[in-house]
């Protein structure tokens, strides 16, 4: 049991960060070369953790004057982060725009749609009401299915089980706030004629935490096979802002705060992370629990909640199917 | 239409796209033969409470009530008076 602990300190914990970054900037750069063949990179900096070692990264790879940020802020996107993106675009000094989607999203019905599905569940919501969605049940060994947490101008909170048609209506809907952003992305990467980069963590692209032609769609995503403890290290080990290393990740999209454990992952990433190594390199239950100091019917339902998202969500990951492959295009 | 049938051909038509009975066994587990994913079986839950009337709780919300069909008939007959 032991040992399991020890191995993820040695392999994950404490990898060594200089050759990591080395071996990702040399392998972004010969990806640009041999395979995209764009003359820069544009990277959309959210103030997150993983945002910003990504932009770091892509300036150590290619230089500050290759890259273009971008900072696309919406109604429900915390000023703290907004700030935190800031400090970063300044810290490495990299040409940027900030472009508002508020209008776009608002034109386009993202937030009447939202606040429809909503109103069906809780009548009363409206004006100066927050909301957010809590998901339940992977830690149980029930079916994951989602509560509705509203907060009315009072401050007071309250819980409700999303149907499922409301669910889906409500996260289709916020799905447009990273398909818009990612129109814009590529709106600069083809005026530029630069590669976007995807910041997804191993724990997020493992567990199909993106929207599909939204933040999963990029040309290369440079941190998608590290641990998202991996990704705090490397963010020190760079020398990033102390504001952006000590953040809590947080899905940014609800106007509720809202810890990326709550809405997705049964467990907080420090123990996530450490559920995701175990299932990769066969650990058991009884290992995992006692690494993570659960119950054994716990680390059993943790493990088989891993593989329930990889099959929910690997179509997330697919190319669209074709009824005959096509050898001439490699497809 | 008994609950059984009801219940076959809504997978068969929904989530198999046949009307071949042969297609699904009563007792074949929808997650472990892949036939039902994690929102599938929200689907699932949002049709049995809108076909029979019931009221799925949190707590019933687990595999041994919902994974096969006859495992949903046993259900279905637990909940109903």
Redesign the interface.
């Known amino acids: 049991m032991q040992a399991l602990a020890e191995r993820y300190e040695a392999e994950i914990v404490n990898f060594d960060r200089d050759k990591e970054v080395e071996r990702i900037c040399e392998t972004m750069r010969e990806i640009m070369r041999t395979k995209l063949r764009r003359r820069g990179v544009v990277v959309a900096v959210s103030g997150g953790i993983d945002s910003s070692v990504s932009a770091a990264l892509a300036v150590k790879a290619f230089g500050a004057k290759k890259a273009f940020f971008i900072q696309l802020p919406e109604v429900d996107s915390a000023q703290e982060t907004q700030s935190r993106g800031s400090q970063l675009i300044e810290h490495l000094g990299v040409d940027h725009t900030t472009h508002n989607i508020a209008a776009t999203l608002e034109a386009i019905g993202c937030y009447q749609a939202r606040d429809e599905a909503i109103v069906k569940t809780f009548p009363e919501y409206g004006d100066g009401w927050k909301n957010k969605i809590v998901i ?2 992977g830690l149980d ?5 989602f509560m509705l947490v509203v907060q009315d101008p009072q401050g007071q909170q309250h819980e409700k ?1 999303l ?3 409301e ?1 889906l209506q409500i996260v289709a809907a916020t799905n447009y706030k990273q398909r818009i952003r990612k129109t814009i992305e590529y709106y600069h990467a083809d005026r530029l004629n630069y590669a976007v980069v995807g910041t997804p963590n191993r724990l997020e692209y493992d567990q199909g935490f993106f929207v599909k032609n939204g933040d999963g769609s990029a040309d290369l995503k440079p941190i998608a096979h590290l641990y998202k403890t991996q990704v705090y290290a490397l963010a020190k080990h760079l020398g990033l802002p102390a504001s952006i290393c000590n953040a809590t990740p947080t899905t940014d999209t609800y106007s509720l705060p809202q810890g990326q454990d709550e809405f997705y992952f049964a467990l907080p990433y420090q123990e996530m992370d450490k559920a995701l190594w175990a299932r990769n390199v066969g650990a058991s239950a009884g290992e995992l629990a006692a690494m993570l100091g659960i119950t054994e019917e716990q680390a059993k339902f943790v493990l088989q909640d891993i593989d ?2 990889r ?2 969500t690997h179509y997330l990951h697919a190319k669209p199917y074709l009824i005959e492959s096509m050898p001439e295009l490699g497809l | 239409m008994s609950t059984e049938a009801i219940i076959r051909n809504y997978i068969l038509e929904n989530y198999l796209f046949t009307d071949d009975q042969s297609a699904l066994n009563s007792t074949d587990s929808f ?1 472990d033969k ?1 036939i039902l ?3 599938g ?3 699932v ?2 049709f049995l409470e809108d076909e029979f009337g019931i009221k799925v709780e ?2 019933e ?3 041994e009530n ?1 994974d096969s069909v006859n495992n949903i008939v046993s259900f279905i007959a637990k909940k109903r008076p």
């Open positions: 339940k049940g060994g029930q079916v994951n299915h089980r149907d499922l048609r669910y329930n998202k099959k929910t | 997650l892949d994913d994690s929102t079986i929200l689907e839950i949002y949190d707590t919300m687990v595999p919902l």
